[in-house]
Every structure is written in structure tokens, then in C-alpha cells.
């Protein structure tokens, strides 16, 4: 779809985007964003300003329509939040085709069109070309290509295909209309406990430094441009050190601790993202315990309320000058059916919701994350507590990536294109080529694997599909009746569902139930046994080792990836982005901040064997993409 345009007298042409007949500075697309951004700020309202500042979750119908009901998630009708609120930046999340995603896209940018300056819609997104589904976190890829998890895009250690997979996704991105990216997720996991580290690169600040910078400029380019999808890197200072492992997100998890002294260790990947250019940054919920820096306390509270952090640390010292949006949720609890997540309002929930908002603000955050009160910030400017030239501040950095991806000048989408573009043959073919390489063996005895070095093989699996086991052998009932026997399993976690959200947070204990080593074993007794763990975290892996014959990681790898990755089809070459430790012991003696920080591992960070891989076998010769 392309936008309608108006002709200048000296042949210009621009979108007359507030209908005046007459190309205003903002709209020439001839002057710099820098400029446009300028002209634009100083023709705005206090309520259009306002709008700017908030970010939140909308939704699409199947058909890629308006909503105008408040949906699952989202709490107001398109129509209210875009021309009642003013506001033009939002999360979103189901995409069920890419027709829909672009389709809505056109749609929000037409309804977009009949705001006083016609100010374009910024689409953004949390991870959604990998496995996760997890609504506060992450999406599982739907129509687009899909790659393994961070953490095994981490384990391929190979920055050329960190790069390759930021260009795919920004391709995919753009053709569905999403301009902004809600990652990419730094921290460095250090707390193995810890439920967010599947979508973190591992604990090596160096490494994780370089794969940021490759990221980065996947996505972004060189400089933001028309072809740029803005990242929002994340967490900063680095939400890798929770206590106990328990996650931010909820109450009994606000603490961060830095027993070991790492603070400028885990805040290293972001120094590289800000000399790479990210256009945002996003602070964490967590709050830190007993941090000093240059022997100065640093306040007990969230990362986004800390002035300390957001303005002497993020914009004085290290010189970011772009957007801060908070994580989400900050100021106002969230209520989903009979279920409640308290604002994440740590070290300040004696706040009302109005002193959260000034805090914040006064930290020197730019927009609020997951929030609508738009009329709560306007109270603040009108009533004097906060004066309109702070929202200039914050306004100028929003509206300058705004004008630097274009979208001023067409924030459109073509339908067909995105059908096109999104999850193309190429793209999935080097996603699952991604997914079977990142797959990382640590035990191999007896040169077990690789697997089906002829065949018709009697297989007898747990955890795996037929359509995928098909292409390889026959699948057994019993282990007794089999030649081998694969079994996939996740990592363990303490099942948790009494907050929003919680149920889909894996956290708690690493240890497997005792129960599952002593059946795993009778199977042995019958059968090599080749076991395939979901490392989302570092799992004790310890029992397992006595009963396989081999034991395989994996972070996000299809049924067909795994597969191809066993049988050498698509040989295996994964190494491990954190280590695996011994006990539960080991884990909860060691310092929540310092990486390799537990005693004896059973396999260290980096440690990853690589089987030699057979000649194809008939039976599998097919492509793999092509069985998904």
C-alpha cells in the first residue's frame, strides 16, 4: 500500500499529514530528522506529547482488523488509545499469518492519519522467531522462520550467523510493518536459577559484547534508516544477578545482588550496545542490595526509579542519548481475570500511582512501558509537578526514531510482499539449519551417536513426533523391541500459578525429580539411550550421566532439528554458553553475580563435543525444512 501524496510548489512531494495544504517543515522529506524532529516538538500539543510517552500492548483480529473491545491482554479499544489518548507506540503480540500482521499495520497508520499531525504508529515486538510462548517474555514464531532461543544462537558461537538471523528477522519484521524491537535481551545469566536466561546470550561479557554488536547492526544497519528495525536493548544495568534466581517480574524477585563485586562486569555488553547505536534501552524491574559505585551507595530501588542509573550512569556517563522505555508495568497493578500482577514498583510500592509516575520521571525515563494513564501525566504537567519542557526532553528523543525509520514519510506495508518476505522457504531453511548445528553433545560414549547409519531403524522416543521419527526408522512401543531409544525432556522447574504470568516463568530447584533417573535407567538397562535436554536453564544433569549412552543439549530446536542433528544430517556443533552444575549445593553456595561461579561443574561454559557425521542415508535425503 502506498501513501497518498501531495506535490509542493517547487515539485516536492509529501504527505500532507495534517491536512493543511502546505508542506510543513516536519513533512519535507528533504530536511534532517534532526530538524524535522524539531519543527514537529515545537507544533505540538501538551495532550500529543502526553500520547507519545507511553508504550502498551494492543491487539489484532484474525483478519488483521481493529479491535475496538479490549482484548486478552489489552485493556482499551484501538480507536480510544490511538485518537482519545494520542498515543502511537505499541507492543504487539498473536500474529496468527503475515497477511493479518500487515494488513493491520495499514490499518493502524490509517487511523493514525486522523490525528492533528497525522503522527505514525511505531510498531514493536518482543522475541518471536524461536519457541518460547511466554506473554511477558517472549513469542513462539507463528509465520515466521524460526531459530533457535538466544542462548542456542549463543551455543552456535559463530557471530556470522548471530548477524544472518538480525537480518531475517528484520526482514520479517518490516514486511508485517513491526518497526521496533523489544530486544536484544543482554544479560548476563549468572544466577543459573534464573528464568529469563533462554533468551540472553549466555554469561560471557566479551563474547556477549561482540554478539550484541553483531545484533545490532543485523537490525539496524550502520544508522537508523528506512530499512532499520530499532532495537531496545535490554536489561540495563543487567538483570542477570537475581537473587535466588527468582525473577523481577514478581514480588518475592525484586532483589539484585552483587556479592562478588561484578557490577561493571555484567554492564560491559552494554557499553557496546550504546557505541553500536541502540535506539533504546530498557531498565529492569529489579532493584539492587548493597551496590556501591566510587564508594557512593546507589538507592534500594527498581532500576527505572533510580535516577543514580538512568541519568548519572545511562545518559551522563556513558552518553546515551536515546529512548528509555521502562519494562512494563511500573506504575498501575495488572489485573487479568482473577489474577493480579502488582506494578513492579520495587523499593517504592508506598507510592501511589501518581508519585511512581513523578519518580520516574524524574529518574529520567522517556516513555512508560505497558501503561495508558495518559491523563495521569497530564495532572503532573498541568498541576505544576512536572514541567512541559521535561516532556519536551523525552518527546524529541521519540519523535527523532520515528523520523530516522521513515516513517513519516510511509509507514506502509504491502500485503502480498509480506506473504511473500514472512517465513519464505530460505529463511526457515536457515533457521532449522540453526536449530540442529546449535545442538551441543556432552556425553558420547561408546561413539553412540551418530544415529541411524542405516536405514529403517527401530526407534523407540519419548517426547518426539511421528512425522519427524518417520523419515528415519519405525517407531518401537517398547524400548526392548528398539534399536535405540531417544528421549526429549525439559529442564525441571517449581510449577508456580497464583500471580499473572507466573505459570508461564520457569524457576525454582534445577534438579530433576528422583523418579526420572531410576525409569530413564530401566530403559538404558533395554536399550542405548540417547537423552535431549531443554536447557532453557542450566538443569543438574548429574543423575542422567550414569544411564545414557548420550546426552545432548538443546535451547529451541525442533523435533526434525534435533533429528537431523542425532543422525549427522545437519552435524551438531553447539557448545555450552554457561555452565552445568553438579547440585543444587554447589548452585545455591555460589555468588549470584559472578559467572562460573559454581564449584566442580559437571561441564564447563564452552564445552560442547563434536561428533564425525555418517554419509546421507536414503530415507532422510529430503530437505528438512521441508517436512515442517
Sequence with gaps: MQPTLSTAPDGTRFRDLNGNGVMDPYEDPRLTPEERTAALLARLSLEEKAGLMFQTVIELGDDGDLLETPGAISKSPTSTVILGKGMSHFNVHHIPTARAGARWSNNLQRLAEQTPHGIPVTISTDPRHAFVENTGVAFSAGPFSQWPEPMGLA??????????????????????????????????????????????????????????????????????????????????PGGGPQRDGEDAHFPYGREQDYPGGMFEYHLAPFREAIRRGTAGMMPYYGMPVGLERDGRPIDEVGFAYNRQIVTDLLREELGFDGVVVTDWELVNDNHVGDQVLPARAWGVEHLDATGRMRMLLDAGVDQFGGEECVDLLLDLVRSGAVAEERLDASVRRILLVKFQLGLFDDPYVDEDAAERIVGNAAFREAGTRAQAESVTVLVDREETLPLFAAPGARIYAEGLADHALAAYGERAVRPEEADVAIVRIGAPFDPRDDLFLEKWFHQGSL??????????????????LVIVV???????????????????????SSDEAVLAALSGRIPPRGVLPVEIPRSMDAVRASATDVPDGTADPVFPRGFGLRPVAPAPVAAASEPVAARQ
Excluded: M
Excluded at 200 to 223: K, M
Excluded at 511 to 528: H, M, N, T, W
Excluded at 539 to 551: K, W
Design 534 to 556: 531443554n536447557l532453557d536453564r542450566p538443569a543438574v544433569l548429574t543423575p542422567l550421566l550414569p544411564v545414557a549412552s548420550a546426552l545432548v543439549a538443546d535451547y529451541g
Design 155 to 236: 551455543a552456535l558461537d559463530d557471530l556470522e550467523v548471530i548477524r544472518t538471523f538480525a537480518d531475517v528477522a528484520r526482514q520479517e519484521y518490516c514486511a508485517v510493518g513491526i518497526r521496533a524491537a523489544l530486544h536484544p535481551q543482554i544479560d548476563l545469566p549468572t544466577e543459573p536459577r534464573w528464568g529469563r536466561q533462554a533468551q540472553t546470550f549466555g554469561y560471557d561479557a566479551e563474547r556477549v559484547s561482540q554478539i550484541t554488536a553483531a545484533y545490532l547492526e543485523g537490525f539496524q544497519g550502520d544508522a537508523l534508516g528506512p530499512e532499520s528495525v530499532a532495537c531496545t536493548t535490554k536489561h540495563f
Design 511 to 528: 534438579e530433576f525429580p528422583p523418579g526420572l533417573a531410576v525409569r530413564l535407567a530401566r530403559i538404558a538397562d533395554q536399550v542405548p
